[in-house]
T-cell receptor, first 113, second 112 residues
């Protein structure tokens, strides 16, 4: 069974630009979670999508947004990039309901210059 | 909201020794506690989890214990090997409708 996949692996942008990160969940999973992991720090919850809707949002500004498509894949958009947005962005997926362990993808390393 | 603390932040052990990492949580309604291992350049990997109706769970060299009264849970790794070297994260969540809250991580180094 294929795991969670993310693209691109690395992304380099300049301040003020927009970044788009993509995630494909494990087949059958309907929930997708996005996390930011700055260098040397823990995982900060960004967004949670389930069945195409945003279910919860972490303490991040509105320039962090996303969506979930009918096939349950997801996109994270970061507008007006700032230097401190440089981080590893991790996507995780889970089943909806009982026993919904979360499985992570390899992440996208975003560097803002 | 939920807050998860994790100790120690770094841990060095000799190969073959045991390692213990402890986490405390603040929300008594939390009922699911996973542990993740993150190797350099990779995403976190779920290694073991425990639910609030269980006090202990083992999987080969890895075990997790939960004390609901004290609101803390611990990861135990026995007979450590160099490949156990990684950053370990604990997490807590109480309902499906809530997101996971992660601890800050523990960097484990197993010295040969």
């Amino acid at each position: 069974e294929a795991g969670v996949t993310q693209s691109p692996t690395h992304l380099i942008k300049t301040r003020g630009q927009q970044a788009t990160l993509r995630c494909s969940p494990i087949s059958g999973h309907t929930s997708v979670y996005w996390y930011q992991q700055a260098l040397g720090l823990g995982l900060q919850f960004l967004l949670w999508y389930d069945e195409g809707e945003e279910r919860n949002r972490g303490n991040f500004p509105p320039r962090f947004s996303g969506r979930q498509f009918p096939n349950y894949s997801s996109e994270l958009n970061v507008n007006a990039l700032e230097l401190e947005d440089s981080a590893l962005y991790l996507c995780a997926s889970s089943y909806r309901g009982v026993g919904n362990e979360q499985f992570f993808g390899p992440g996208t390393r975003l560097t803002v210059l | 909201g939920e807050n998860v603390e994790q100790h120690p932040s770094t841990l060095s052990v000799q190969e073959g020794d045991s390692a213990v990492i402890k986490c405390t949580y603040s929300d008594s309604a939390s009922n699911y506690f996973p542990w993740y291992k993150q190797e350099l350049g990779k995403g976190p990997q779920l290694i073991i989890d425990i639910r609030s109706n269980v006090g202990e769970k083992k999987d080969q060299r890895i075990a997790v214990t939960l004390n609901k009264t004290a609101k803390h849970f611990s990861l135990h790794i026995t007979e450590t090997q160099p490949e156990d070297s990684a950053v370990y994260f604990c997490a807590a969540r109480h309902n499906y409708g809530q997101n996971f809250v992660f601890g800050p991580g523990t960097r484990l180094s197993v010295l040969p």
